[in-house]
């Protein structure tokens, strides 16, 4: 078998870390699986490099940034191909540029096009490990460019879909995907398995355990995703396109979005194109908006609000630089319950309400769709309410 495993920066975070992390590729390679490995930086290496990029320029230039960022997953496939080599086992690392995962431009948040397969089939042939570096491929300018927050994920499913791998491992610091944040609500419970559709809402809205993009691409190539745990010996959870025992499955998980910002635009005017004109002008500046509510005009004009995410606020305030009244609200948490038996059960909705009505917490924004409940609430409340309806759905 063909096996694609990646690690997360808590399960690499220190040499201890590695030991065990190398135990794991160890077996699954001694087993006479091809294995191919995608690492994290360690801990928190990124937030790290980041902190002292900023205390030399507080607006970096993109690219630079990503020369910076790259080098946390390249000393951790270094010192994990180190620690191979310590134990008489065959290894290669190998940089986003060794293998060639070629992106588009965006630094920062760029998008995989191609994944070269030469290189990594002639280690794999030569019955080598390959340690791969997450979270980056190179420009066609030759540079690198990283892929996004948690982008390693995105990497192995990338991998696994360019090598047709028979499967990709995807190890945490968690069991695998629970009904919401185990670290938050300690009743969580871990998911046998879940459909894309509904990883990708979770992952969307805020479950940081797989980015969003990796689940996207997962399903796009047909990748299907185990999440385990490094740490403890335990079946995860299977991501793939369809599940046992849907139609019972109506709440799926719930998951929070603290880094969003809600964007309104006041006194606009109520008529036709003021919307388009609005929305069009924050698009054009490449930033996504969600939940959108136009308030009911008085006077013949019109308040406007979206939710946007928190790194995309100054952009988005660039964008509508020519109206007078916009305020920002950053104090503000989503909280998405996701489900596939959202929309033919009415009454799921209204426990979501009910949940937040008994701990008074106060709904400013609603959207609804066939797999999704979002509410907008005060960040402050954003845990309580969690795990306010985490007890209504999966607790009694
Ligand atoms: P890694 O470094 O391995 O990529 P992350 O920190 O990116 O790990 O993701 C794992 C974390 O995701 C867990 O520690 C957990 O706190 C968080 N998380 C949020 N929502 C969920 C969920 N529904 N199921 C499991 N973990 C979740
Ligand atoms: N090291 C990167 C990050 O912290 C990528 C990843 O961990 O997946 O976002
Ligand atoms: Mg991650």
Request: net charge negative.
């Amino acid at each position: 078998m063909l096996i694609v495993q990646k690690f997360g920066g808590s399960s690499v975070a220190n040499a201890q870390r590695i030991r065990n992390v190398a135990g794991i590729i160890a077996e699954s390679f001694l087993y006479g699986n091809d294995v191919v490995v995608v690492l994290s930086a360690q801990g928190d290496t990124t937030d790290d490099l980041l902190e002292k990029a900023a205390e030399l320029n507080r607006n970096p230039s993109k690219r630079e940034l990503d020369m910076l960022l790259t080098t946390g997953e390249q000393q951790s496939v270094a010192l994990m191909a180190m620690c191979l080599e310590s134990m008489g086992l065959p290894v290669v690392s190998l940089t986003g540029w060794q293998v060639g995962i070629r992106t588009d431009a965006a630094y920062g948040s760029a998008r995989i096009r191609r994944v070269d397969t030469e290189r990594l089939r002639r280690e794999l042939d030569a019955r080598r490990i390959v340690l791969v570096t997450g979270f980056q491929g190179v420009n066609k300018y030759d540079d690198y460019t990283t892929l996004g927050r948690g982008g390693s994920d995105t990497t192995a499913v990338a991998l696994a879909a360019a090598l047709h791998a028979d499967c990709c491992q995807i190890y945490t610091d968690v069991e695998g995907v629970y009904t919401t944040d185990p670290r938050k609500v300690p009743a969580a419970r871990k998911l046998e398995e879940i459909t894309y559709d509904e990883m990708l809402e979770l992952a969307s809205m805020g479950a940081q355990v797989l980015m969003n993009r990796s689940v996207e691409m997962a399903k796009r190539y047909g990748v299907e995703l185990e999440v385990l745990s490094s740490l403890v010996r335990a079946p995860g959870t299977k991501v793939k396109e369809v599940v046992k025992h849907m139609e019972e499955m109506k709440i799926t998980g719930i998951a929070k979005d603290e880094k969003v910002a809600r964007i309104t635009v006041m006194q606009l005017e109520d008529k036709p194109g003021t919307a388009f004109r609005v929305l069009n002008a924050v698009s054009k500046a490449g930033v996504n908006v969600d939940m959108i509510i136009q308030a009911n005009g008085r006077d013949g004009a019109n308040d406007m609000s979206f939710v946007v995410a928190d790194q995309d606020v100054e952009q988005a305030q660039e964008a509508l630089s020519a109206y007078k009244h916009v305020s920002v609200d950053k104090s503000i948490a989503k909280v998405s319950v996701v489900g596939a038996g959202m929309m033919s059960s009415v009454g799921l909705a209204s426990l979501v309400f009910e949940a937040l009505n008994d701990e008074h917490i106060n709904i400013q924004m609603i959207s609804t769709s066939e797999i999704k409940i979002s509410c907008v609430i005060d960040a402050a409340s954003a845990d309580r309410a969690v795990a306010a309806i985490h007890r209504k759905f999966f607790e009694n």
